[in-house]
């Protein structure tokens, strides 16, 4: 009896964490579409083809020590898309916002996917590169993992390769009553 109940509890666990993983997926798509769509009305085109890399770019939150705002050790170079408090000052949170953001953040260390698990229903423009494109970087998007500052707001950052020009951009993305992600802010991160 014990055994059957074990085996019972095992696969309701195991489709309960499918069903997150499923949902965090479409969340992904969602969110990696709203960037593109945004990166399309930059360029005033609605019809373009997007290459990414499968891969996710690790991006990790770089946390001061207690003496680098003070100014009494060097720090991280402020325009750093990845300190913590680059991040939130991006998002504008409250002062007593600023605890439970960065302790979210914080507990990212570890994301479910480190490739990207496409859904061409969401955007059929979008396409994973096969090694070799991504290897050379001929027109590759790249994305990093998206980090939540809480249940609604996602810092996101894109790369997009074309041989030897890189351009990269951070998001900041809100998610609405119905959904959908909007883009709030946007913040250039590196160009070669």
Known sequence: MIRIFLALLSSVLLFSCSKTEKEESTELNNILNTVL?????RRESAHLQYTINKEIQPLTVYV???????????????????????ILDLNHSRPEDRKSDSLH??????????????DKTINPNIRLAGKKEADQRNRVYQFSNPLYLNE????IESMFFDTSFGIGFGYLLEKQED???IVKKTINTFMT
Request: proline share 8%; net charge positive; aromatic share 10%.
């Open 37 to 41: 769509k945004n990166e399309s009305a």
């Open 179 to 181: 959904g959908r992600w």
């Open 64 to 86: 001061p020590t207690a003496k680098e705002p003070s100014g009494e050790e060097p720090g991280l170079s402020s325009f750093s898309s990845r300190s913590i408090v680059r």
């Open 152 to 155: 609604h707001t996602v810092y």
């Open 105 to 118: 953040l914080l507990k990212q260390k570890q994301y479910v996917f480190d490739s990207i698990p496409l």
